[in-house]
């Protein structure tokens, strides 16, 4: 995994972390995980689906609200985080280190999607911190 200052954002929080291997992890920003509160339960995509960047794909529950987690990429579920699943606050302790899914990009469409993401600066500019 890289550090946050690689990753891109998107508008609705959410995380893109681009790896060596070509597959995209995506996870939620430190800024929705404040926002959110205490993280109770996580409902993941399915494996297998595909996804269109700005879908809502999956939800996440707090004590507080449900909030939809949308694909930052377009492409297909290829993993689902099994650790986050049976322990949802593990965002909470490490929004920046818990990633919940993960996906294989949509052939031809990474680079501009990624385009269209933020950096850390702008995103924290934007979610105000």
């Known amino acids: 995994m890289n550090s946050q200052d690689t990753f891109k954002f998107a508008e609705t929080h959410e995380w893109a972390d681009l790896e060596n291997d070509g597959l995209v992890w995506v996870g939620i920003s430190n800024h929705a995980q404040e926002a959110l509160g205490d993280v109770m339960f996580f ?8 996804v ?14 449900a909030s939809d987690i949308h694909a930052p990429i377009s492409g297909e579920i290829i993993a689902l985080n099994e650790a986050v699943d049976a322990s949802p606050e593990l965002v909470n302790e490490k929004p ?13 469409a990474l680079a501009s999607e990624l385009d269209q993401l933020m950096d850390l600066d702008k995103y924290n500019s934007t979610a105000g911190g």
């Open 43 to 50: 409902q993941a995509p399915k494996l297998g689906q595909q």
């Open 52 to 65: 269109k960047q700005g879908e809502a794909i999956a939800v996440i529950e707090s004590v507080k609200a």
């Open 96 to 108: 920046y280190s818990v990633w919940l899914f993960k996906i294989k990009p949509q052939e031809g």
